[in-house]
């Protein structure tokens, strides 16, 4: 009898077993549709905002707001996560499925309550939940973003995990080089009837876009382009050295070429400098390389071909050196005429009254501060308003996505930091100081937690290991990080790069209990 009752006991586990493989293949299918195609999705929205101020500035002001990049990224990271989630629990339920231990665990629960601690007592609730209406970024995204990473580290992959994200990746890359090739070149697809009948499928009737807004890709504007296409530089980069199989090493090394021609295109230089400062890390990564020769000849490859790319767009549009070795050298070897003063991450007026007459010549103005930009591109002012507002709420923050209604408009010093008093900042322009400002110094601490651990963990098997997914994904989600510098977060860059991030740890805990035991 007892001979028995063991055999049923093994058949259950076998379909345990098998039924979590297949809820697991299924979930995976899920996170490669975050990750390749919810930041290709470009549709119009309309929402009806309820602003927290009384004021006639248009940017802060309630009504009926239109967006083109967010709205229908978010709603499709969200039915992802439900459907996901779902699948997810009754895995652990009613298959016998296991959550990994991981000091992870903690650190994800405490940035989670921090977030809903920090919506509730937020000043601005509605918009802390939310979200501003073109960013979509509150707490629903967050807990969505946080809830796809915790489901992606406690899943089981295919062998061939690496292969599947990079392929899922490439229409991202074809779609956004063309599209911001053709705006480069003066012909924005926004214009064509085709495109923009199809972005605007689901607005209601008598909405439409207007005519000044334009296409540079499937990701907000100029700065998230740029922090993500450096992202797929390095990523495609580092596989081309590593992969074995020559044909699809040449397939990522096409692709890193195109990424770094989107990144110049971008016209920002926070991509340039963050391709510029991994490429130290990848050296190393070819260094450690099986196939050393061959992998520093795919760098070299990479280098030669991106100097015909870059004369080429410097060429058409100084700005493209302006914006990347000028850094280096203050002086530009290309036409300074043809820089297109259109694609500045600011557009300020740069003419201002500097003297007043009167007939009472005892009438004088006030000494105004001089117009000028704090370094960064007006960062450094932006974030030092930012560190005095989080000195007012330490503990819990304002709530995310909340910046815009509390950051000090109309400031004199302003003209010190931004050329001019009259610019509305809507964003800080740094994840770190956005997550110190909205959750408070308690959210801060739990997500540099997750970040650090992460980057621990990941980095120090991929050093002793030399295991090329892991080293793939650990520099993919460290320049996410490093490009977090400079940006900031929106459901398109954030939503794939922390499920990125969640198979990176699922694949570094399942290769350390092989290497170091279950105990380790």
């Given at each position: 009898m007892s001979k028995f009752y063991e055999k049923v006991a093994y058949r259950d586990t076998e379909e345990d077993i098998q039924s979590q493989k297949s809820v697991d293949k299924w979930i995976f299918g899920l996170l490669l549709i975050v990750i390749g195609f919810v930041p290709l999705i470009v549709m119009a929205s309309v929402v009806e905002v309820q602003s927290p101020m009384i004021t006639n500035v248009s940017a802060l002001t309630g009504g009926t707001k239109g967006d083109l990049f967010t709205h229908y990224k978010a709603l499709a990271v969200l039915v992802i996560t439900i459907l996901a989630g779902i699948m997810f629990l009754a895995k652990i339920l009613?298959?016998?499925?296991?959550?990994?231990?991981?000091?992870?665990?903690?650190?994800?629960?405490?940035?989670?309550?921090?977030?809903?601690?920090?919506?509730?007592?937020?000043?601005?609730?509605?918009?802390?939940?939310?979200?501003?209406?073109?960013?979509?970024?509150?707490?629903?995204?967050?807990?969505?973003?946080?809830?796809?990473?915790?489901?992606?580290?406690?899943?089981?992959?295919?062998?061939?995990?690496?292969?599947?994200?990079?392929?899922?990746?490439?229409?991202?890359?074809?779609?956004?080089?063309?599209?911001?090739?053709?705006?480069?070149?003066?012909?924005?697809?926004?214009?064509?009837?085709?495109?923009?009948?199809?972005?605007?499928?689901?607005?209601?009737?008598?909405?439409?876009?207007?005519?000044?807004?334009?296409?540079?890709?499937?990701?907000?504007?100029?700065?998230?382009?740029?922090?993500?296409?450096?992202?797929m530089t390095v990523m495609f980069l580092t596989a081309a050295i590593l992969e074995k199989n020559i044909g699809q090493g040449i397939g990522h090394l096409i692709v890193a070429l195109m990424s770094v021609a989107v990144v110049l295109m971008s016209i920002s230089t926070s991509g340039f400098l963050i391709v510029f400062l991994m490429m130290i890390v990848i050296f190393f990564v070819a260094f450690k390389a099986e196939k050393r020769k061959r992998s520093f000849a795919i760098i070299a490859v990479f280098l030669i071909a991106s100097v015909p790319v870059f004369h080429i767009l410097a060429s058409h549009n100084a700005r493209v050196w302006h914006e990347t070795f000028e850094l280096i050298t203050k002086t530009n070897p290309y036409n300074e005429s043809s820089i297109d003063a259109g694609n500045f991450e600011y557009n300020f007026v740069s003419g201002f009254i500097s003297k007043a007459y009167a007939n009472e010549k005892l009438f004088e103005l006030p000494n105004l501060p001089e117009a000028s930009m704090s370094a960064g591109s007006g960062r450094v002012y932006i974030w030092s308003k930012t560190i005095d507002l989080f000195k007012e709420r330490p503990i819990f923050g304002y709530g995310l996505d909340t910046f815009m209604y509390n950051?000090?408009?109309?400031?004199?010093?302003?003209?010190?930091?931004?050329?001019?008093?009259?610019?509305?900042?809507?964003?800080?322009?740094?994840?770190?100081?956005?997550?110190?400002?909205?959750?408070?110094?308690?959210?801060?601490?739990?997500?540099?937690?997750?970040?650090?651990?992460?980057?621990?963990?990941?980095?120090?098997?991929?050093?002793?290991?030399?295991?090329?997914?892991i080293w793939i994904f650990s520099i993919a989600w460290v320049a996410y990080l490093m490009q977090g510098l400079f940006n900031d977060s929106i459901p398109g860059i954030t939503a794939p790069m922390w499920v990125v991030a969640g198979i990176l740890v699922a694949q570094t805990l399942k290769y350390k209990e092989q290497i170091y035991g279950r105990n380790s």
């Open positions: 009613f298959m016998n499925g296991e959550i990994r231990k991981t000091k992870l665990n903690y650190a994800i629960g405490a940035f989670a309550v921090a977030i809903v601690l920090s919506t509730i007592i937020s000043p601005n609730i509605s918009i802390a939940l939310h979200g501003q209406y073109n960013r979509t970024d509150g707490a629903i995204s967050w807990l969505c973003y946080l809830a796809l990473f915790f489901i992606a580290m406690n899943i089981d992959y295919p062998k061939k995990v690496l292969n599947y994200v990079l392929y899922s990746l490439y229409p991202f890359v074809v779609i956004n080089l063309f599209i911001i090739t053709m705006n480069f070149y003066g012909n924005d697809l926004l214009q064509k009837a085709a495109i923009k009948k199809i972005v605007i499928a689901f607005l209601p009737a008598g909405a439409n876009i207007g005519e000044d807004s334009i296409l540079v890709g499937t990701l907000n504007q100029w700065n998230y382009m740029s922090g993500m296409f450096a992202i950051f000090p408009h109309y400031n004199i010093d302003s003209r010190a930091g931004l050329q001019s008093e009259h610019i509305i900042t809507d964003k800080p322009h740094s994840i770190y100081i956005s997550w110190l400002y909205s959750a408070g110094i308690f959210g801060f601490i739990s997500i540099m937690a997750i970040v650090i651990i992460i980057i621990f963990k990941a980095m120090n098997l991929a050093i002793k290991g030399n295991l090329s997914s």
